[in-house]
């Protein structure tokens, strides 16, 4: 099993290109079953999340065809409508072939997904809405058994809680279906409207995304569409955070700052030196980071995948933070770890206290989940000596290679097989 070997007190220089969101091409990818025709992606990150997508979708029949950081998906033979426990297991996102294969087939049966170490996560949000539309399930041998009678219908379905796979699975599902569909209380990510946009090139006609209300009116077919998928907000905030952490002058590029405005106004207020430009956030060095407080919160709120980096920064900011985690119940998981390497971090039920002005002195270690794992990272470059990750398999979930793409920058990072 693979490590990272972080070596501190890095330097860090020049700018970095900011990839594919993760979040964007997986549904993307899983709406191509809606779909008999091509659909052409570009801009997608190497990441193993997705080539447990492309394997899992493989398994139906779509046919790939893969070169850099471009794809073709053909689904013209999707003959199976089972995703095995193997497959699922996994990977979560893998629910979102749900409301694409119920919508198309009018069947599908899939592994339930079960908890991970964030949080249980779970799905009764999905089937409700699908259910709206129609669709009826049953649970058997650990597996959701869906069907529809004759074929989806358009409704209106009003979500209890805000859930950024279940208005994704929904809005797939409604594609299709006979008539009206509106959505209220969806999710606004900017991941929500990548995914709007490129079934509007596929020939949807879908309304709303980016409010609380989505609209979607009911089509026949899709037809073949390009489109390119959005950088990652989420890679582009724990490369900013990295900057100030090392207090260096440093641009993340190819980044839509907009995506990032709850982040970058309380990394501001924190005394962060940044300039934001269309495309681009310069980072250069600061007088003085100074503790805060923040809660994760739906978007546009600040992002609970950006928790356990800014927890890193808090770590050697000025005072005493907090972090109130709203979104999973067990997102502190990093928390001891992250101990293990010098900070002074409290958890009392959802919130986190973080005592700053600490140094960090390298260890051994081990990521608990994707954001828990780069954390590590960012709290290795700043230490002293250097720092072993074990189980470095979460990293590659999320971010593309980091001892080369971040590596390139400056820092030393070795990959340990």
């Known amino acids: 099993m693979d490590k990272l070997q972080v070596f501190g007190q890095a330097d860090l220089k020049g700018s970095i290109d900011i990839p594919g969101a993760k979040n964007a091409v997986l549904p993307i990818m899983a709406c191509s079953i809606l779909s008999n025709q ?4 570009t801009n997608v990150p190497n990441l193993v999340d997705i080539k447990t997508m492309q394997k899992l979708l493989e398994s139906f029949g779509i046919t790939f065809h893969v070169h850099k950081n471009s794809m073709s998906l053909i689904p013209t033979n999707i003959s199976n409508h089972v995703a095995d426990y193997d497959l699922v297991r996994k990977m979560r996102a893998s629910i979102l072939v749900l409301g694409p294969l119920l919508s198309r087939f009018r069947k599908v049966k899939i592994s339930l997904p079960g908890g991970c170490s964030i949080g249980t996560r779970p799905i009764d ?16 041998d650990g597996y959701v058994v869906g069907s529809v009678k004759d074929k989806l219908k358009g409704n209106t379905i009003e979500l209890p809680t805000v859930s950024v796979g ?3 699975n929904i809005i797939m599902a409604a594609i299709l279906a006979e008539g009206r569909t509106k959505i209220v209380n969806v999710a606004r990510e900017p991941e929500i409207q990548d995914l709007v946009n490129c079934l509007n090139k596929m020939g949807a006609k879908i309304s709303g995304a980016g409010t609380s209300i989505i609209e979607i009116e009911g089509v026949s077919k899709l037809i073949e569409a390009k489109h390119s998928i959005i ?3 989420i890679v582009a905030g724990t490369y900013i955070i990295a900057a100030i952490m090392l207090n260096k002058d440093f641009i993340v590029r190819n980044i839509n700052p907009e995506y990032l405005k709850t982040p970058i106004k309380i ?6 030196n940044l300039d934001i430009g269309d495309n681009y956030i310069k980072i250069m060095p600061s007088q003085l980071i100074k503790g805060t407080k923040i809660e994760t919160e739906p978007y546009p709120g600040f992002p609970t995948d950006l928790q356990a980096q800014m927890m890193a920064l808090m770590s050697i900011s000025d005072g005493i933070s907090e972090i109130k985690e709203n979104i999973f119940e067990n997102r502190f998981l990093h928390v001891p770890e992250l101990n293990r390497l010098g900070t002074d971090i409290i958890v009392k039920n959802d919130t986190a206290f973080i005592n700053g002005n600490r140094i960090f002195k390298g260890a051994q270690v081990m990521a608990s989940d994707l954001r828990a794992s780069v954390s590590l990272v960012l709290v290795g470059l700043c230490a002293e000596g250097f720092t072993t ?4 398999y979460h990293l590659d979930r999320g971010y593309e290679n980091i001892e080369e793409t971040l590596g390139n920058c400056g820092p030393k990072i070795v ?3």
Not at 38 to 41: A, S, V
Not at 267 to 272: D, I, K, V
Not at 389 to 392: D, E, G, L
């Open 38 to 41: 091509c659909l052409h992606l």
């Open 125 to 140: 949000l999905h089937l409700f809405g699908l259910e709206q539309l129609g669709a009826s399930f049953i649970i058997e």
């Open 166 to 168: 279940a208005t994704e």
């Open 231 to 233: 950088s990652d907000r």
């Open 267 to 272: 990394l501001m207020e924190m005394g962060a």
């Open 389 to 392: 990750i074990n189980r470095v």
């Open 415 to 417: 990959r340990l097989k």
